[in-house]
């Protein structure tokens, strides 16, 4: 009797059919995430290699790999869907050359390096993510570790007088005064001690003129003469005598990275002050200056949360 046979799929014929269903499911899933990631730079050493390599462990499911800048085609050439990552200002110049091209993460790139060569405009197709603290953040800093400071000085040249702006604005809601001196000349050291005469603290600016190897010992020394504490530039002034400073290192460039990859690459923003950071506190520093040792990651998440407030 014919009829009397049940028409449904048997269930063992049902069965490969949904695994072939949710197996095609899992692959198109898979194929929308995986991004082809191109890092790029004029060297390949090995701080470029491990950095590299913690990328492609963070995203196993993407293409991550680096290729020598001078191994790269020009930009209208790579295919538009790479997401390619400059770890350098060579291959910055080199994707300047074309607007047309993937769109670009520029990692850790200042304000003085982008304003020589970008001017007051971020191209559509360059995300800039700053490698100098916010100096809202520094400002903060100096108000968190140090309340009893007024005055603020800032030792500036024709390269970062444009900062002087952001920075008077941040000092305002924090009732911190803006002292600053042009230092166009490093060898003549009287607009230092000007400054250091009318200020209660220095905010170290990411401006390499000022803040190198040959005026660090300067600067200290002529700071903590008159009992000034150095705040920034950077991770590194901190260990050569600098007080304190926020940083952002490879942990949290990576993470950040992570998160920006995970979006269209249409949302991503024109620039980005780092959003993960620490701080680090020179403990000796802090001790000749009288001031009580600086718990760094209690305060660095005193920073983050003021900065998420609204």
């Not at 899933?29 to 491990?50: C, H, K, N, Y």
């Not at 800048?69 to 291959?91: E, Y």
Request: hydrophobic content about 45%; some cysteine; glycine content about 6%.
């Amino acid at each position: 009797m014919a009829r009397g046979r049940s028409r449904k799929t048997p269930l063992s014929g049902r069965l490969p059919l949904a695994l072939c269903l949710l197996l095609a499911g899992w692959l198109a899933m898979f194929e929308a995430r995986a991004a082809d990631i191109l890092l790029t730079g004029a060297e390949d050493g090995p701080g470029v290699q491990s950095f590299t390599q913690a990328l492609r462990a963070l995203r196993p499911e993407d293409e991550v790999r680096f290729t020598p800048l001078a191994s790269l085609p020009a930009p209208d050439k790579l295919p538009a869907g790479v997401r390619l990552i400059l770890l350098d200002m060579p291959s910055l110049d080199w994707r300047l050359q074309d607007a047309r091209g993937p769109a670009t993460l520029v990692l850790r790139i200042s304000r003085q390096q982008a304003r020589e060569r970008l001017g007051d405009a971020t191209p559509e197709h360059l995300s800039l993510l700053w490698s100098d603290p916010p100096v809202a953040r520094q400002l903060r800093l100096i108000r968190t570790i140090l309340p009893q400071v007024r005055r603020v000085g800032v030792l500036y040249d024709r390269h970062s007088e444009f900062l002087l702006k952001d920075i008077r604005q941040a000092a305002a809601p924090l009732a911190l005064e803006i002292v600053a001196e042009r230092w166009d000349d490093t060898s003549d050291s009287r607009p230092l001690q000007n400054l250091l005469g009318q200020s209660d603290v220095l905010l170290g600016l990411d401006d390499p003129d000022l803040y190198n190897p040959k005026t660090v010992k300067n600067l200290l020394l002529s700071s903590y003469a008159r009992q000034r504490a150095l705040i920034g530039p950077s991770a590194a002034f901190v260990k050569a005598g600098s007080l304190a400073s926020s940083y952002s290192d490879q942990e949290d460039w990576l993470a950040i990275l992570d998160e920006l990859l995970d979006r269209p690459a249409a949302s991503w923003p024109r620039t980005l002050y780092p959003t993960r950071f620490k701080v680090l506190g020179n403990r000796q520093v802090a001790r000749s200056l009288g001031i009580e040792p600086i718990e760094a990651e209690s305060v660095a998440a005193m920073l983050a949360e003021g900065e998420q407030r609204p």
